[in-house]
């Protein structure tokens, strides 16, 4: 009988482990006894690495630190318990060996290893988009689903502002004025000339924010803009495919000057929601809340039913007919994304 062929998504996965076998296998773990450390401490998480994260106390000194084995999850943002060592071993001055409860979080899906969390006790999410390749409102959306699902209330800005002319600056308001009418809020800023970096930085002055948004959009450069001595790495936009390259490769978290804390997160090309559910994407539209539950079947699909609250509020103009066809999109690809994934792991 033939030899079965794998797939793409098989082959990918079998490296990936084979990969992951390897590094277990090369690295020697740090065993600390328990006379080698000190008196148990507060901190705060400000980087996460693969295998280490650097933990800030309460003086503001940072320290790297190893994980205990259950601890895997630790991200930025996390408030942990932790304790020095004596002496440095192998880079490493300490370890870190509980997590405080978190108020919230937000997580990226993953093929291989599911949900994996990102980033931890954040006070709000700044969603940055730019013209470039496009604005994509169904991105923006996919974006405040997830704000909805945490409870963060997020900031819209549209970055590279200089490049606008005033008609495209005119239709970019014109496309924001959907999401400030259900009370969002919006900005147009740039990163290069400075336009309305000042508000930006008021609001970042408090709490603690983060930067999401696809690769390519600026991130980078706000960062450097905000904080000049950072020096982020800025990417170039692909001139085949239009998008961004990856130019942060683990999260961070930055003290400004001004007050507050910044998190800067790794490019997300796409920000896939198959970890949510039809009815929590439903939720993740706020305007969409003071018509549920008066549709004429309580099965509604918001689409060709008869008798639907929802369509019937965007026939009048009560809600956006842009975030109502987005909303489907974005049904119908949790579909597709939940079907390729099941048929990638037979």
């Given amino acids: 009988m033939a030899k079965r062929k794998l797939t793409q998504n098989q082959t990918r996965r079998i490296q990936a482990n084979n990969a992951k076998t390897l590094h277990r296998h090369k690295r020697k773990d740090i065993e600390w006894q328990d006379e080698m450390l000190g008196e148990s401490q507060e901190g705060i998480v400000v980087t996460r690495y693969s295998a280490h994260a650097d933990v800030e106390n309460a003086q503001g000194e940072v320290y790297r630190c190893n994980l205990r084995r259950a601890l ?42 599911g949900l994996k969390p990102i980033a931890a006790n954040i006070d709000r999410i700044i969603i940055v988009s730019a013209m470039l390749p496009a604005l994509s409102l169904n991105i923006i959306d996919r974006y405040l689903v997830v704000c909805e699902a945490a409870r963060i209330e997020p900031l819209i800005v549209v970055n590279k502002g200089d490049l606008l002319s005033q008609q495209q600056e005119k ?33 970042l002055s408090e709490g603690t924010s983060i930067f999401v948004g696809q690769s390519g ?15 982020a790495v800025v ?9 961004g390259q990856h130019t942060t490769t683990s ?15 790794p490019g997300i090309r796409e920000f896939g929601l198959w970890h949510l559910d039809a009815e929590q994407i439903t939720k993740g539209y706020r305007e969409f809340q003071y018509v549920l539950g008066t549709c004429k079947f309580r099965d509604c699909k918001h689409l060709n039913d008869p008798g639907c609250a929802l369509r019937d509020a965007v026939a009048a103009g009560r809600i956006s007919s ?11 690809s949790l579909s597709e994304t939940k079907s390729q994934r099941h048929f990638s792991t037979l």
Avoid: F
Avoid at 88 to 113: C, F, K, M, T, W
Avoid at 251 to 265: E, F, K, M, T, V
């Fill in 235 to 243: 990417g170039s936009i692909s001139e085949t495919s239009g998008l």
């Fill in 72 to 113: 895997s999850g630790v991200v930025v943002g996390d408030h942990v318990v932790w304790r020095k060592g004596n002496q440095q071993l192998q880079g490493v001055s300490g370890v870190i060996e509980a997590i405080h409860p978190r108020r919230n979080e937000i997580a990226r899906p993953d093929y291989y290893d």
């Fill in 251 to 265: 999260s961070r978290l930055y003290h400004l000057p001004q007050g507050g804390n910044l998190i800067d997160s």
């Fill in 322 to 332: 842009v975030r109502y066809d987005n909303y489907h999109k974005l049904i119908a």
């Fill in 171 to 203: 239709e970019v308001e014109g496309q924001l004025q959907i999401y400030r009418d259900i009370g969002y809020q919006t900005m147009i800023i740039s990163a290069q000339n400075g336009k309305n970096m000042e508000k930006l930085s008021a609001l």
């Fill in 217 to 231: 959009v600026g991130k980078s450069s706000l960062i450097n803009r905000i904080l000049p001595s950072v020096n």
